[in-house]
């Protein structure tokens, strides 16, 4: 099956920090979506992006689409607390049209105060 | 709130029982689809729903798995003769046609555990 490699798999930041998180798959991607989750709770999407090269902000938030489609990353600017969870990009393998999202396995965030 | 709502949010259920989960999508999304999430995985794709008609399935779907969305509004997913492999977050989706492929809206899940 199609896998997208997530890295950092965990970090620690000071609050006020900038955060930047990356996503690679060797297969292309149309589009790439970015969830974050916490714990209990299903993911909710951040970001979506569905252009190569497409760099798009929400709020604190900026994510890209690698030029090759093969990746992504997610910058979060100026930490806070709430931004605590776990990170993760996803994708539609659409080889076959099919709808099923592809995840990777999630960069935990944890902000020290 | 008109989001995805899942009921129940968990489930404790002993080795052997059935269980059965129900999912309200956004209500105008005519795409519905399941997840399974374990600890530490992200969520892992199980069927997938266009109305009423379920058009997708997974591997991970075994033959004690079924999905049903009879009127094309909520969805329900029922395991049969649970084993402790079966424990995890199921995870609900919906989206609409009009959206770009991918962008699925994700509700709270239910968390099973089989005892």
């Known amino acids: 099956g199609q896998q997208l490699n997530q890295s950092p798999q965990s970090m620690f930041i000071q609050e006020g920090e900038d955060v930047s998180m990356n996503c690679t798959s060797s297969?292309?991607?149309?589009?790439w979506l970015w969830y974050k989750q916490d714990p209990g709770e299903g993911p909710v999407l951040l970001i979506a992006?569905?252009?190569?090269?497409e760099l798009t902000s929400n709020g604190r938030l900026t994510a890209q689409f690698g030029i090759t489609r093969k990746d992504s990353f997610l910058n979060i600017s100026a930490s806070i607390p709430s931004d605590v969870g776990i990170y993760f990009c996803a994708g539609p393998f659409d080889e076959a049209g099919s709808y099923q999202l592809t995840f990777g396995k999630g960069t935990k965030l944890s902000v020290i105060p | 709130d008109t989001g995805v709502s899942q009921d129940p949010r968990h489930k404790i259920t002993k080795r052997g029982q059935n269980v059965t989960f129900r999912c309200d999508p956004i209500s105008e999304h005519n795409r519905l689809y399941w997840y399974r999430q374990t600890l530490g995985q992200g969520p892992e794709f199980l069927t997938y729903?266009?109305?009423?008609?379920?058009?997708?399935k997974s591997r991970l779907l075994s033959d004690r798995f079924s999905a049903e969305r009879p009127k094309g509004s909520f969805s329900t997913l029922e395991i049969q003769r649970t084993e402790q492999g079966d424990s995890a977050m199921y995870l609900c989706a919906s989206s609409s046609s009009g959206t770009p492929m991918g962008t699925q809206y994700f509700g709270p899940g239910t968390r099973l555990l089989v005892l």
């Open positions: 297969s292309i991607f149309n589009t």
């Open positions: 729903f266009q109305n009423e008609a379920q058009l997708e």
């Open positions: 992006l569905y252009k190569a090269g």
